[in-house]
Every structure is written in structure tokens, then in C-alpha cells.
């Protein structure tokens, strides 16, 4: 069984930084990728940060130069660092098995997801 666990979300002030954790089991992290994408309430999802084994990334223009995405194997665990944040990062932050590796559509084809985190970033 494919299962995802989200941790590390909270309150920050703009200008801050959090550090999302997510550890996966279940599943060869050769056949997926690991992505984060964000989900607010009625609208799709959106895209952050993808992770392949190989080392292909594919991250959302908007996160560019502040966030990064790294990995810890010996943990099953995927880093998603988030520097220098905006009020508009908030939101309900997701980690996802995704089949497609990170073509620029992944969040599309995912396998299966967390629960979630929330990070909400303050003025």
C-alpha cells in the first residue's frame, strides 16, 4: 500500500521559512516520482515541486529561487524547503506518488496523496 505522510506545516510570518516533510512507504521509488502540490478549497491543484529518483525536478514558476526539493532515501523522505515566503504561499500543502515522473502536467497523474499540511504565511 501506497502511504504518504505530511509533516512540518505551521504559521510564519512573510519573509519566513518552513520545511515540509513528507515519508513515503509502499512503493519502489523507482516506478514514481514525489511531488507537493497545493489544494485549496474549490480550486485544482496546483503544481510546486516534483522529485524523480533520477533527479529530474520540475517546480512551479512562482516558487522559483525560494523553494527547493531534496530527498533523504535512507529516510523515504522528501524535503520540500520553503525560503523567503508570501502570504499568497498559504494553503493546504500535499505530497503525492505520482506515475508520470515530472512532465510539466504531473499533478495530474497522481497515484496516490498525503493528508496534508497546512502552512499559513502572515503579513
Known amino acids: 500500500e501506497v502511504k504518504l505522510v505530511e509533516s512540518g506545516g505551521g504559521l510564519v510570518q512573510a519573509g519566513g521559512s518552513l520545511r515540509l516533510s513528507c515519508v513515503a512507504s509502499?512503493?519502489?521509488?523507482?516506478?514514481?516520482?514525489i511531488g507537493w502540490f497545493r489544494q485549496d478549497p474549490g480550486k485544482d491543484r496546483e503544481g510546486i515541486y516534483c522529485l524523480y529518483s533520477d533527479g529530474s525536478t520540475n517546480s512551479a514558476d512562482s516558487v522559483k529561487g525560494r523553494f527547493t526539493i531534496s530527498s533523504d532515501s535512507a529516510k523515504s523522505t522528501v524535503y520540500l524547503q520553503m525560503n523567503s515566503l508570501k502570504p499568497e504561499d498559504s494553503g493546504v500543502y500535499y505530497c503525492?506518488?505520482?506515475?508520470?515522473?515530472?512532465?510539466?502536467?504531473?499533478?495530474?497523474?497522481?497515484?496516490?496523496r498525503g493528508q496534508g499540511t497546512e502552512v499559513t504565511v502572515s503579513a
Open positions: 509502499g512503493f519502489s521509488w523507482d516506478d514514481f516520482a
Open positions: 503525492a506518488a505520482v506515475y508520470s515522473g515530472c512532465i510539466p502536467e504531473w499533478v495530474r497523474a497522481l497515484e496516490a
